[in-house]
């Protein structure tokens, strides 16, 4: 199982943009990296996915260099409402693995 | 997307008690996790759950005391058995929905 690392935490400030990013060294072939978004005293919910190279969706892009050790979340112009912990996942379907997380808080 | 609904929302339940929680999706789906999340910790998985076969459970976690129901694609039970302080926890339901998986709000459990 590929395991992931990430930062524990980090701080940023209204309107800017914060990137988090994970290592996960161990990927495997058929290994795709989700991102998800977590509230207190919420479910975790899905942000975005990708195999290879740059994915971009209305929330959010993710970075993925050509050796997949690494993915980068990047999160456009953050808000307060922001403020969260974000989890890199790297596996498939059937076999999903949440690592510690990374808690962003967003500052006025 | 799939949207999940867990029962009941949150419990406090007696030491040596049994609680078991309901997770309801609005679409048939083959894969359902249950999830466990202590105070300030990340998820953990506690079994995977697919209709018609039985649960497969996680490495730390026994079908004893986490008795999991499949009855049919759009519901699943779990239930904590003889609880105790340390089973205080959030429980979600998760799902697999073509490629995304999808968490329900949790259940909010303490165990006194």
Redesign the interface.
């Known amino acids: 199982l590929a395991k992931t690392t990430q930062p524990i935490s980090m701080d940023s400030y209204e309107g800017q943009e914060v990137n988090i990013t994970c290592s996960h060294n161990n990927i495997a072939t058929n290994d795709y990296i989700?991102w998800y978004q977590q509230f207190p005293?919420?479910?975790?919910?899905?942000i975005i996915?990708g195999y290879k190279t740059k994915v971009t969706n209305e929330v959010a892009s993710l970075f993925i260099p050509a050796d997949r050790k690494s993915s980068t979340l990047s999160l456009p112009r953050v808000s307060l409402s922001d403020t969260a912990v974000y989890?890199c996942l790297v596996g498939d379907?059937?076999d999903?693995?949440?690592?510690?997380?990374t808690r962003l808080t967003v500052k006025p | 997307s799939a949207v999940i609904s867990q029962k009941p929302s949150r419990d406090i339940c007696q030491r040596g008690t049994s609680l078991t929680i309901q997770c309801q999706v609005d679409s048939q789906v083959t894969m359902m996790f249950w999830y466990r999340q202590q105070p300030g910790q990340s998820l953990t998985l506690i079994a995977t759950a697919n209709q018609g076969s039985e649960a497969t459970y996680e490495s730390g976690f026994v079908i004893d005391k986490f008795p999991i129901s499949r009855p049919n694609l759009t519901f699943s039970t779990l239930t904590v058995s003889n609880m105790s302080p340390e089973d205080s926890s959030i429980y979600l339901c998760s799902v697999e929905d073509r490629n995304e998986q999808y968490f329900g709000p949790g259940t909010r459990l303490t165990v006194t």
């Open positions: 989700t005293s919420q479910g975790p919910r899905f996915q989890y379907s059937d999903m693995r949440f690592g510690a997380g």
